[in-house]
């Protein structure tokens, strides 16, 4: 059974830093495409972040440069350094996993967390 468990949300200022974890249990990892989702009450689910089964990363457009997408094999976790934070980019973020997962589509993963919550104050 396919398990992901996120952590590291919370409040921050704008320009400030938080780092999401997401710990993944329960199917051959590296196989996976691996993403990060994020949505508000105003603002269906989307793509934020994801690394392909063959290690490539892509980014929305509006987090290139400020969030970098990583995962550490040994520890079948997935990350998401969130630098230069704004008030924007507050929404429920959540991890998702899937073995043909397409990074900007959430409908096409299967695998979802629970999701951690990022506050960006002005």
């Known amino acids: 059974q396919v398990q992901l468990v996120e952590s590291g949300g919370g409040s921050v200022q704008a320009g400030g830093s938080l780092r999401l974890s997401c710990a993944a249990s329960?199917?051959?990892?590296?196989?996976?495409?691996m993403g990060w989702f994020r949505e508000t009450p105003v603002k269906e689910r989307e793509g934020v972040a994801a690394?392909?089964?063959?290690?490539?990363?892509r980014y929305a457009d509006a987090v290139k440069g400020r969030f970098t997408i990583s995962k550490d094999n040994a520890k079948n976790t997935l990350y998401l350094q969130m630098n230069n934070l704004k008030p924007e980019d507050t929404a429920m973020y959540y991890c998702?996993?899937?073995?043909?997962?397409?990074?900007?589509?959430?409908?096409?993963?299967?695998?979802w967390g629970q999701g951690t919550q990022v506050t960006v104050s002005s």
């Open positions: 998702a996993a899937d073995p043909d997962g397409s990074w900007y589509d959430p409908d096409t993963f299967e695998h």
């Open positions: 329960g199917y051959t990892y590296r196989s996976y495409c």
């Open positions: 690394i392909e089964s063959d290690g490539s990363t």
